[in-house]
Every structure is written in structure tokens, then in C-alpha cells.
């Protein structure tokens, strides 16, 4: 079954950068990318980019461009999201989760999630 | 980007009831809608996509229609485990969007 498991919280300082793993099985890894979604305490979903596991192609949303970088490791089925310059307001859970990528595909299955919390 | 709007932003209903949440897009987005359900401390979960096709394994009380800029998410008959968290969500663009969420509470 395909499953995405994600790495463990995370606390981090003001400035200071996280890198969040998604490790999916179950399916081909490089026939889906992968998007990256984040919720801040009590708000709603907002979508942070999407990266091909075939090309590395990549597409950012906007607000986060020049902060975020989406690898993959094909070794290992594994994707990655790093965040930058933290700022308080990236305390989130931050969701992967499996897409294709083509127009009108959804985004299909998700990881359980990963807290990072950002304190000084 | 596209701007996507629900309402309500939250709903009481009572068990059986017939519920219906709506999504509108800011332009055209054709059929290319999608809807998941999320509980909390849970991960969202598919539950309809290209705006009225059932995701495998969820209940056919959901259901899901509309194209274009106005789209609809119907529950046909609440079960307790319906109350949860409605998100609409685009797919037409590359850069995808959400709704706000209709949170959907016991009455």
C-alpha cells in the first residue's frame, strides 16, 4: 500500500533553518512528484510547491520563493523540504504529499505530518 | 494565483442530515476541483476529485458537482464521522490553492 512516513517534530530558533524528509513505498517513486503543504495552529491548508521525482522540476508558491527548497534522493524514495530563515509564523505542520503533477490530478495520499515549531 | 472561497466557513447539522458546502473559484478552473476531509491531528484526505469523481473507499453519500467557478460538496445523509473539516482545493493551476475550510460540527 503506498504509504509516505514522514521525519519527527522539530524546534527551532528564530533564523535558523529545518529540513523535513518524506520517505514514500509502495508505488514507483519517480512516477509521482511529490507536493509539499503546510497548516499553521488553528488555520487552513496552504500549499508551499511541488517537485517532479523524474526531472527535479520544481514549482514554488510565490511567497515562499527564495526560502524553500524541494529535493529528492531516488536512492531512497525519499523527498525532502527545506525551509530558511525561519520567522514564528512558519510553526506549522508541514504535510507531503503524492502528486503527479499533471493538470487536474489530486493530491492523493498524504504523510502524517511533521511539527516544526519556531521559538526563541 | 486563484483565489478560492467556501462557504460556509462553518456548519451545524445533526446526524442524517443533508449537507451542502459550496466553493468558488476566482476564475475558470473547469473540473479541476478537489475535496478533502480533515479530522483533527489527522492528515487531509482525498475524498473527491476532478469536481464529482469518488475517490476508491469513500462512503457514496459524498458526492461532489459543478465546473467552471461554482462547485458544491454534498453529504446525503451525516454519520458521526462526518464532522470534520471540508477543504476545497484547485488543481488547474500548477501553483494549487485552497479554501479557507468549512469546519462541519455537531448540532
Known amino acids: 500500500q503506498v504509504q509516505l512516513v514522514q521525519s519527527g517534530a522539530e524546534v527551532k530558533k528564530p533564523g535558523a533553518s529545518v529540513k523535513v524528509s518524506c520517505k514514500a513505498s509502495g508505488y514507483t517513486f519517480t512516477s509521482y512528484g511529490i507536493s509539499w503543504v503546510r497548516q499553521a495552529p488553528g488555520q487552513g491548508l496552504e500549499w508551499m510547491g511541488w517537485?517532479?521525482?523524474?526531472?527535479?522540476?520544481?514549482n514554488y508558491a510565490q511567497k515562499l520563493q527564495g526560502r524553500v527548497t524541494m529535493t529528492t534522493d531516488t536512492s531512497t524514495s525519499t523527498a525532502y523540504m527545506e525551509l530558511r530563515s525561519l520567522r514564528s509564523y512558519d510553526t506549522a505542520v508541514y504535510y507531503c504529499?503524492?502528486?503527479?503533477?499533471?493538470?487536474?490530478?489530486?493530491?492523493?495520499?498524504w504523510g502524517q505530518g511533521t511539527l516544526v515549531t519556531v521559538s526563541s | 494565483d486563484i483565489q478560492m472561497t467556501q462557504s460556509p466557513s462553518s456548519l451545524s447539522a445533526s446526524v442524517g442530515d443533508r449537507v451542502t458546502i459550496t466553493c468558488r473559484a476566482s476564475q475558470s478552473i473547469s473540473s479541476y476541483l478537489n475535496w478533502y476531509q480533515q479530522k483533527p491531528g489527522k492528515a487531509p484526505k482525498l475524498l473527491i476529485y476532478?469536481?464529482?469523481s469518488l475517490q476508491s473507499g469513500v462512503p457514496s453519500r459524498f458526492s461532489g458537482s459543478g465546473s467552471g467557478t461554482d462547485f458544491t460538496l454534498t453529504i446525503s445523509s451525516l454519520q458521526p464521522e462526518d464532522f470534520a473539516t471540508y477543504y476545497c482545493q484547485q488543481s488547474y493551476s500548477p501553483l494549487y490553492t485552497f479554501g479557507q475550510g468549512t469546519k462541519l460540527e455537531i448540532k
Open positions: 517537485i517532479s521525482t523524474y526531472n527535479v522540476n520544481t
Open positions: 504529499a503524492r502528486d503527479l503533477g499533471v493538470r487536474g490530478y489530486p493530491l492523493d495520499y
Open positions: 476532478a469536481a464529482s
